[in-house]
């Protein structure tokens, strides 16, 4: 597993809108194994391999994470935000913050009052970004309306292969993709392989249609999060039971097709890969639903990653699950030569 490349995807800054960070270090990198790179008007990226194939495997995962926008500046200099995408706002108060701007990152911090606490009803709009200026005039010299706002989080090694960061939602599905294209390439994989490193999932989820109508794929492998059930008092009734580290997550869903979820769990049974199986009433509410209603209707199988505290500052995952996606889909595709 390359590390370093992982790494560097989750050091940058991809707020839903601007996602061109994530997906310059996945230009740069993929330029050594991909045939092609497409890119398009709202950042997708698009990485080919045998593009000369008449059969195409769309794999897709969102490039962009939860965060703010600045919305408005006070007489104080304080920064107002809304939010992009489905952030939890207690995690925010207290926080250091980083400030994507014209003259490059800027930190500031979220006010936080015992008060803020105890709000029931907090959200965006009731932050206040600490950014150091004391007037309106100072704040708008380096900050614009509209400049995107993530939490100033670090990147842990822990226990037992797991690791923690911000934003493992979906960046490290977009890690899996794209090295599950380079693991087929050394395989010997001949068919057409179009690794999409999508915008927008958190918000509007354009990017996975808008790929899906290009490529225009025969079937689509979706990789993102999952909820693990392992912490808390997590009811297991509606989704199932999820584990970290006990493999990659195949769902059971109407928008899933049956046939696509069988192929997987036989390859993870050639490769010994342990998968888990979790359930969906309807929707998966991932990019995939988005692929399987776009062009005339696009067979789809998602692969999940299990992962813990999703959406907030910290969340976990484990360096076994994420190998087993690699090779179980690295395998998948392989089958079809």
């Not at 009052?113 to 708008?140: H, Q, V, Y």
């Amino acid at each position: 597993m390359k590390e370093e490349f992982l790494e560097q995807i989750l050091s940058e800054i991809s707020v839903s809108g601007s996602e061109e960070p994530v997906q310059e270090v996945v230009k740069a990198y993929m330029k050594d194994y991909a045939n092609e790179i497409h890119e398009d008007e709202i950042g997708d990226v698009v990485c080919v391999l045998n593009p000369e194939s008449d059969t195409r495997i769309m794999l897709s995962a969102h490039a962009d994470e939860i965060g703010a926008v600045v919305s408005n500046v006070t007489d104080k200099g304080r920064l107002q935000v809304v939010n992009r995408g489905g952030i939890i706002p207690f995690t925010y108060p207290g926080q250091q913050v980083m400030v994507c701007t014209r003259h490059g990152i800027i930190y500031g911090v979220v006010e936080a009052r015992r008060e803020s606490f105890e709000n029931k009803e907090l959200s965006a709009k009731d932050f206040l970004i600490d950014i150091g200026a004391s007037t309106k005039e100072e704040a708008l010299s380096q900050v614009s309306l509209g400049d995107v706002i993530a939490l100033d989080t670090h990147i842990r090694q822990m226990m037992n292969e797991r690791f923690t960061a911000r934003a493992l939602d979906d960046r490290l599905g977009v890690f899996i993709i794209m090295e599950s294209l380079r693991r087929a390439k050394e395989k010997g994989c001949t068919t057409g392989v179009y690794a999409a490193s999508t915008a927008g999932e958190e918000t509007t989820k354009n990017g996975a249609y808008w790929c899906s109508s290009r490529i225009k794929p025969d079937l689509a492998v979706v990789v993102d999060v999952t909820y693990c059930s392992d912490y808390g008092d997590k009811d297991t009734t509606e989704a199932g039971t999820v584990e970290l580290g006990r493999g990659p997550v195949l769902c059971n869903s109407p928008t899933v097709a049956k046939a696509l979820n069988k192929k997987m769990q036989q390859c993870a049974a050639n490769l010994k890969i342990p998968v888990q199986i979790e359930a969906a009433s309807g929707l998966t509410y991932t990019d995939g639903d988005r692929i399987h209603f776009s062009n005339q209707g696009v067979p789809m199988v998602l692969v999940s990653i299990p992962l813990r505290y999703m959406h907030t500052p910290a969340e976990v995952a484990d360096k076994k699950d994420v190998e087993g996606c690699i090779e179980l889909i690295a395998e998948f595709l392989c089958q079809y030569q």
